[in-house]
């Protein structure tokens, strides 16, 4: 037990005030799921062919011909084309002629043209999205994919910036920000006059999304106790994540234009205002930064809520010393200083980013599925909430690295499959998707909870959001996968399911954490290969000052309890 813990036992584990953050803190999550995946349906491509204009003079089978027809790469079926169409003063001269498309006029042998007057856009299914509004088709194709990307490299630079501005400015601070940030630039971007507005705003809102969820994250894990931290790191913030994620489809189902589902989206975080007169600032955080009365205050309005007497003094000078003396520096090149941890390194970020393109590229790809799309998202975001509970269960019972593996490699497997299913089997295909989604979504939540236990105190919230950080390239990388999809339909799910499966037997070489002490220090970690027998690590000289420092410190601490 830390001496944070030891100085505030007595608040027990699960009182009132332990209820109250846990709660609320994984409230403020839902925003973040349905803010990070809105772009399912406000960039989905409706069906769309080249407009003929109305005023030009064309007889009724000339204007129902005027679209040639090409064969889909998914089925190999003849559709019209969504981008040429037959050269418009050619089927005027025939339409005058009097002559008939098929009969008097060979088709193949007419020259097609490219959509000259814009895009006629199916309705049924979406009043308007970006892509209709700003034909981002056919040579503009490209700029579907290039919107998520630009969200995600918001979400790259808020995990940059937002644990410096968390550990300056505080906790709750940054968590309020970042949610009003959040909630105000998408208000704003209902208002966005052409894409490239849209994209710039799109990126504000990624760096308010990623840092709104981080804060609440540690927030919640620095307050609650060992027990119920567990439970909200895995379950908690990620089933109100999930459940945030399930009213997307709900929301878009009812409002079809964009702008109007961007609005609906927005007003909800307008009623996280009263929040902040309920969620406390950290004490761990408010002792590191030397405001001990501040601290001392949150912890005592803790006990009254918890109908506990707090002791006279809660935090002795020791335990203030000690606070400090584990904010000595480190930095991310103590995560690349020696090879055992170089090495553990490489290998998570490698898997977390192999995780973040399935799991987002599967997320993106819901609209482009057989059938409704919103049911299809639906089912998507509710595959996650047994996914949670399951990585919960086997976080508490079963081994950390052959959990990881198992869901990495049957995640892979799983979409290997797809491209192996008739294309008359449309329903087992969706099923073997969702199956996929389901086991790199479990991973996804264990890789969080076991990246924190493989990596000793002093490092632990820099190698965390450094893994973080690193899989954001991986967000970015991932709807081109789905983009893919234009050239192949198997493509995306071959290389996905490659490179997932692969990434399953890469993490079999991480050292097994169930059950082991968690490191203080990086003396203290476990060995690379951790399947493989290891000669013991050399401590360099820095780690066998901090190993003599953190002794003496203990000693102290031992002598004045005693």
Same mark, same amino acid.
């Given at each position: 037990?830390?001496?944070? @813990?030891?100085?505030?036992?007595?608040?027990?584990?699960?009182?009132?005030?332990?209820?109250?953050?846990?709660?609320?803190?994984?409230?403020?999550?839902?925003?973040?799921?349905?803010?990070?995946?809105?772009?399912?349906? !406000?960039?989905?491509?409706?069906?769309?062919?080249?407009?003929?204009?109305?005023?030009?003079?064309?007889?009724?089978?000339?204007?129902?011909?005027?679209?040639?027809?090409? @064969?889909?790469?998914?089925?190999?079926?003849?559709?019209?084309?969504?981008?040429?169409?037959?050269?418009?003063?050619?089927?005027?001269?025939?339409?005058?002629?009097?002559?008939?498309?098929?009969?008097? $006029?060979?088709?193949?042998?007419?020259?097609?043209?490219?959509?000259?007057?814009?895009?006629?856009?199916?309705?049924?299914?979406?009043?308007?999205?970006?892509?209709?509004?700003?034909?981002?088709?056919?040579?503009?194709?490209?700029?579907?994919?290039?919107?998520?990307?630009?969200?995600?490299?918001?979400?790259? +630079?808020?995990?940059?910036?937002?644990?410096?501005?968390?550990?300056?400015?505080?906790?709750?601070?940054?968590?309020? $920000? +970042?949610?009003?940030?959040? #909630?105000?630039?998408?208000?704003?971007?209902?208002?966005?006059?052409?894409?490239?507005?849209?994209?710039?705003?799109?990126?504000?809102?990624?760096?308010?999304?990623?840092?709104?969820?981080?804060?609440?994250?540690?927030?919640? %894990?620095?307050?609650?106790?060992?027990?119920?931290?567990?439970?909200?790191?895995?379950?908690?913030?990620?089933?109100?994540?999930?459940?945030?994620? #399930?009213?997307?489809?709900?929301?878009?189902?009812?409002?079809?234009?964009?702008?109007?589902?961007?609005?609906? /989206?927005?007003?909800?975080?307008?009623?996280?205002?009263?929040?902040?007169?309920?969620?406390?600032?950290?004490?761990?955080?408010?002792?590191?930064?030397?405001?001990?009365? @501040?601290?001392?205050? $949150?912890?005592?309005?803790?006990?009254?809520?918890?109908?506990?007497?707090?002791?006279?003094?809660?935090?002795?000078? /020791?335990?203030?010393?000690?606070?400090?003396?584990?904010?000595?520096?480190?930095?991310?090149?103590?995560?690349?200083?020696?090879?055992?941890?170089?090495?553990?390194?490489? +290998?998570?970020?490698?898997?977390?980013?192999?995780?973040?393109?399935?799991?987002?590229?599967?997320s993106l790809n819901t609209a482009n599925l057989h059938g409704n799309a919103y049911?299809?998202?639906?089912?998507?975001?509710?595959?996650? !909430?047994?996914?949670?509970?399951?990585?919960?269960?086997?976080?508490?019972?079963?081994?950390?690295?052959?959990?990881?593996?198992? %869901?990495?490699?049957?995640?892979g497997l799983f979409l290997l499959l797809i491209q192996l299913i008739p294309a008359?089997?449309?329903?087992?295909?969706? %099923?073997?998707?969702?199956?996929?989604?389901?086991?790199?979504?479990?991973?996804?939540?264990?890789?969080?909870?076991?990246?924190?236990?493989?990596?000793? +105190?002093?490092?632990?919230?820099?190698?965390?959001?450094?893994?973080?950080?690193?899989?954001?390239?991986?967000?970015?990388?991932?709807?081109?996968?789905?983009?893919?999809?234009?050239?192949? $339909?198997?493509?995306?799910?071959?290389?996905?399911?490659?490179?997932?499966?692969?990434?399953?037997?890469?993490? /079999?070489?991480?050292?097994?954490?169930?059950?082991?002490?968690?490191?203080?220090?990086?003396?203290?970690?476990?060995?690379?290969?951790?399947?493989?027998?290891?000669?013991?690590?050399?401590?360099?000289?820095?780690?066998?000052?901090?190993?003599?420092?953190?002794?003496?410190?203990?000693?102290?601490?031992?002598k004045e309890q005693n």
């Amino acid at each position: 037990m830390t001496d944070y @813990e030891a100085a505030t036992a007595f608040l027990g584990e699960w009182g009132c005030f332990q209820q109250q953050v846990f709660f609320l803190l994984c409230l403020s999550i839902i925003p973040n799921g349905f803010t990070g995946m809105s772009i399912v349906f !406000v960039a989905d491509t409706p069906p769309h062919r080249c407009l003929i204009p109305a005023h030009v003079n064309l007889s009724a089978a000339w204007r129902n011909s005027s679209i040639p027809l090409e @064969e889909e790469s998914s089925s190999g079926a003849l559709v019209p084309s969504k981008c040429s169409r037959y050269r418009l003063t050619d089927m005027l001269s025939f339409s005058d002629r009097g002559l008939l498309p098929g009969g008097d $006029v060979n088709l193949s042998n007419v020259p097609r043209e490219s959509c000259l007057d814009g895009w006629e856009y199916d309705h049924s299914v979406y009043i308007s999205t970006i892509i209709s509004e700003w034909d981002l088709v056919c040579d503009d194709r490209w700029k579907s994919p290039l919107t998520s990307s630009l969200f995600f490299c918001g979400v790259l +630079t808020g995990s940059f910036i937002s644990g410096q501005f968390s550990d300056r400015y505080g906790r709750k601070m940054v968590l309020f $920000v +970042t949610m009003a940030v959040q #909630t105000v630039f998408t208000f704003i971007q209902v208002f966005s006059p052409s894409w490239t507005m849209f994209c710039a705003i799109f990126f504000v809102v990624g760096m308010g999304q990623i840092s709104n969820y981080v804060a609440a994250f540690v927030l919640g %894990t620095e307050i609650l106790g060992p027990r119920v931290r567990t439970i909200f790191s895995t379950a908690g913030v990620c089933l109100f994540f999930a459940a945030g994620y #399930t009213l997307l489809p709900l929301f878009a189902y009812f409002i079809r234009d964009w702008r109007m589902l961007l609005l609906g /989206l927005t007003l909800p975080g307008f009623l996280y205002v009263p929040l902040w007169w309920y969620i406390p600032e950290s004490p761990r955080w408010l002792l590191s930064q030397g405001r001990v009365e @501040e601290a001392e205050a $949150v912890v005592r309005d803790a006990a009254k809520r918890n109908k506990i007497e707090p002791p006279p003094v809660i935090f002795g000078p /020791l335990q203030i010393e000690l606070q400090c003396e584990k904010r000595k520096a480190h930095n991310i090149c103590d995560l690349l200083r020696s090879r055992n941890i170089r090495w553990i390194s490489v +290998t998570l970020w490698l898997v977390w980013n192999t995780l973040t393109i399935a799991y987002f590229a599967l997320s993106l790809n819901t609209a482009n599925l057989h059938g409704n799309a919103y049911f299809n998202c639906f089912l998507s975001a509710v595959v996650e !909430v047994p996914a949670y509970i399951l990585s919960w269960v086997m976080f508490r019972w079963c081994s950390r690295r052959l959990s990881l593996f198992s %869901t990495l490699f049957m995640g892979g497997l799983f979409l290997l499959l797809i491209q192996l299913i008739p294309a008359n089997l449309i329903s087992l295909a969706i %099923t073997l998707e969702m199956m996929g989604k389901f086991a790199v979504t479990t991973a996804f939540a264990i890789v969080y909870a076991y990246t924190a236990e493989l990596y000793p +105190t002093v490092v632990r919230n820099t190698a965390v959001g450094t893994c973080s950080m690193a899989s954001r390239i991986g967000s970015i990388i991932a709807p081109y996968f789905v983009y893919l999809r234009s050239y192949s $339909v198997s493509l995306p799910y071959i290389l996905m399911g490659s490179i997932t499966a692969l990434s399953g037997l890469l993490s /079999l070489l991480l050292p097994e954490s169930y059950g082991m002490p968690l490191p203080d220090t990086i003396s203290h970690m476990q060995h690379f290969p951790g399947c493989c027998q290891k000669t013991p690590y050399n401590l360099t000289q820095t780690e066998e000052k901090e190993n003599s420092a953190e002794r003496k410190v203990s000693s102290s601490l031992n002598k004045e309890q005693n």
